[in-house]
């Protein structure tokens, strides 16, 4: 079956939006052709530096012809309606319609319509100019004379050719007869931008790929990271040395070149003064280049690994001494500011925080850090920390965002501060919680376990939380601009994996200015959603979070989570899947009957009544009182497991009493007592559980 070949090849296209790209066109072809009735077999996309490239494979020839029967209006309908029918079924009289007979409703007109299969090719034709001019690059400019008219292409740099070609192996494949802002699709195509600059003709993916090998283009990016990753392990490895793998950087660099050269380049020794991190920032960052260590040891090696673009007469000398130059001159800079940094204490730099706007409603960073340094002394003794040492970490805490290497580095906050902080002789507690601070930053990002850390993490993030809660900022869809759900996941990270006891409403609530209560309960459900991403990643249920939580006073996050883990063991039991059985026939009964009556039947059951009844319903009132009391003492234990198995016990009478027991008896106030034994029964159930939530 015929393949489709498609090339957009332009000037340098930003490595950050490469494999994005590749995808994104992918999804527009296929879903183009799919809507259009076009399966295809397989479909794989391609970025270079230069060049987005898609190969469709096994597409057909034409099209399957369409046969569609419309149904229009009754006979004798208004001739408004049978003109809306002629003109959407594409009829231009009624004489080319059909009459069928509804035994029900009488006849009506059918419309037969049948369209043959459309060209392949020509499809192609019609869909691939939209994709081109619409394609959703996060930036794009327009270039040239052209420029200047409305509507003219958008590219993320130059468009420069476009190769579209479609056929069967066996055959010359055919160009698909299209152009884009004069742009016409073609079969020539350049190589690599150096190396082999000159155009040369491609017909099919198969010739493409391996033209462009032969002109000095890797095509696969995961071939091209393959290649600079096997070349810098062997380089290094020919050097005694070891290779600072980075896959952020892997990724980068592979999206800059097209023809990968793994060079190695060195610097003085009298950097390696400079803090490893500060060395390895400033060669990623300005030269993308990947850092080496001493064989076997963590200790930096005076050496880096460069990767070219070029395959150069001089076996790569002039480019690595290029740049050494930039690499000794952005070290220099560094080894400045690590001295000048050293030379003056965090706790002098905190006037300048007073200065830097954290947020227009909140104020600056220096009365933010006010806040977090009072709140991670109120959270200390609740996780075993020394309040005085908390307090002190979090006064120094962001302190380093205004020293000269944070400020050339900002991926360096937090530690660059724990080393300036050991310098100047803190506690090791101290100077750990300023870098630790910030922690859990991702999903697989480790929490803190030092106490004072963690005191000082929980603060950070809860002052976030209540500070953007308070001016009403919350996450809304997908935007989240101030990582508010990041912030909520990392206090359930911290609370859960370090098993810490925190009543989130007694340190929220108070620090709220007005409405203390009403927006603690908002940011709990918010707390409450995070939670169900959180232990669904785990294996947990939702509703079962849910249920635990419409219980009043469930702020106790690592409590919630105990309860739930209980009640979904109970819940995979089955006595609890009959006991939740039981439950929702009971809770419809009560719905249905104080729907009915107009009341809740939630007094007492009267015992009397009771025992003088049938003997399941006097089992399951006296199995109700028992299970009851002792549920309620399991939980103020908080032995969650324990008032599970006196829930337990409430199956086999529950059971009995709807097998035996009319609930709607004929004398009133039997049926009343038997209500009141249902209600019972849910409040039971309560001890635990909001068992309304529960889904099954």
């Known amino acids: ?38 399966l295809y077999e397989g479909a794989k996309a391609f970025a270079t530096p230069r ?18 029967e419309r149904r229009g209006p009754r006979v004798g309908a208004p001739e408004a309606a049978v003109q809306g029918f002629l003109k959407g079924a594409g009829l231009t009289s009624l004489d080319q319609a059909q009459t069928i007979t509804d035994p029900k409703k009488g006849e009506f007109y059918l419309a037969v319509i049948e369209r043959p299969g459309r060209e392949t090719l020509d499809v192609l034709a019609e869909i691939l100019p939209g994709i081109i001019k ?52 073609g079969t020539t195509t350049r190589g690599h931008r150096f190396l082999a600059p000159e155009p040369f003709e491609v017909r099919r993916f198969d010739d493409y790929a391996q033209a462009l090998e032969r002109a000095q283009v890797i095509l696969d990016a995961d071939r091209r990271k393959d290649m600079i990753l096997h070349d810098a392990r062997d380089l290094a490895f020919a050097r005694g040395l070891d290779l600072v793998e980075d896959e952020g ?105 007073d200065s830097i706007v954290f947020h227009e409603k909140l104020g600056t960073q220096g009365e933010r850090v006010s806040r977090i340094a009072a709140l991670a002394r109120d959270i200390a003794p609740r996780v075993g920390a020394d309040p005085a040492l908390a307090e002190r970490a979090a006064r120094l805490a962001k ?17 660059m501060g724990r080393k300036y902080a050991a310098l100047q002789g803190e506690p090791e507690s101290v100077a750990a919680a300023i870098e630790e601070h910030y922690k859990p930053v991702g999903p697989s990002d480790r929490v803190p376990t030092d106490p004072v850390s963690i005191a000082v993490a929980l603060a950070d993030k809860l002052d976030t939380l209540v500070g953007f809660w308070s001016i009403d900022e919350k996450p809304t869809g997908s935007k989240d601009p101030f990582a508010l759900r990041r912030a909520a996941l990392g206090v359930i990270r911290a609370v859960i994996e370090r098993s810490l006891r925190l009543s989130l409403v007694a340190l929220m609530a108070p620090r709220f200015a007005e409405s203390g209560a009403e927006r603690s309960a908002d940011l709990l459900a918010f707390f409450a959603d995070r ?56 809770a419809n009964i009560l719905r249905i009957e104080e729907k009915k ?86 409040a039971a159930t309560r001890e635990v559980a909001d068992f309304s939530r529960i889904e099954g």
């Open 1 to 38: 079956m015929p393949d489709l070949l498609l090339e957009l090849l332009s000037e340098e296209i930003p490595a950050r939006m490469q494999r994005r790209a590749a995808e994104d066109l992918k999804k527009l072809v296929t879903d183009a052709l799919v809507e259009r009735g076009f």
């Open 51 to 68: 060049r987005l490239a898609l190969h469709v494979a096994g597409l057909p020839v034409r099209g399957e012809a369409v046969r569609e």
């Open 134 to 185: 619409g394609f959703p690059w996060p930036k794009s400019m327009r270039w040239g004379a052209a420029s200047a008219q409305p509507g003219s292409l958008r590219w993320v740099r130059p468009l420069q050719s476009i190769v579209a070609t479609f056929g069967p192996e066996t055959e010359n494949p055919e160009i698909v007869p299209f152009s884009v802002d004069g742009i016409a699709a």
């Open 249 to 353: 950087l892997l990724e980068e660099v592979a999206g800059l070149v097209e023809k990968p050269v793994v060079l190695m380049g060195s610097f003085d020794e009298r950097f390696l003064e400079i803090p490893a991190e500060a060395i390895r920032a400033t060669i990623r960052a300005n030269q993308k280049c990947f850092v080496l260590r001493k064989s076997g040891t963590e200790a930096l090696a005076p050496a880096f690994l460069l990767v070219s673009n070029l395959v150069a007469t001089d076996g790569g000398a002039a480019i690595t001494a290029g740049n050494e130059r930039v690499v000794r001159a952005r070290l220099s800079d560094a080894k400045f500011f690590w001295e000048t940094d050293k030379a003056t204490k965090l706790e002098a730099r905190l006037p300048k925080l």
């Open 399 to 415: 302190a380093d965002l205004v020293t000269e290497m944070v400020g050339e580095f900002p991926e360096l906050q937090g530690l």
């Open 531 to 586: 939670l169900k991403v959180y232990l669904r990643d785990q294996g947990a249920r939702h509703d079962l979070i849910d249920a635990v939580f419409a219980l009043p006073g469930q702020d106790d996050l690592l409590l919630v989570v105990r309860r739930v883990e209980a009640l979904g063991a109970f819940l995979g039991t089955d006595d609890g899947r009959n006991l939740l059985a039981g439950y929702k026939r009971a």
């Open 597 to 682: 009556d107009g009341r809740a039947y939630d007094a007492a059951p009267d015992a009397a009544r009771a025992a003088a009844g049938q003997a399941e319903e006097r089992a399951l009132a006296e199995a109700l009182d028992a299970a009851r009391q002792e549920a309620s003492a399991a939980v103020a234990a908080e032995d969650f497991a324990g008032a599970m198995r006196a829930l337990s016990r409430l199956r086999a009478p529950v059971d009995a009493f709807f097998e035996t027991v009319t609930v709607n008896a004929d004398d009133p106030a039997l049926r009343e007592n038997r209500l009141r034994l249902l209600n019972a029964l849910r």
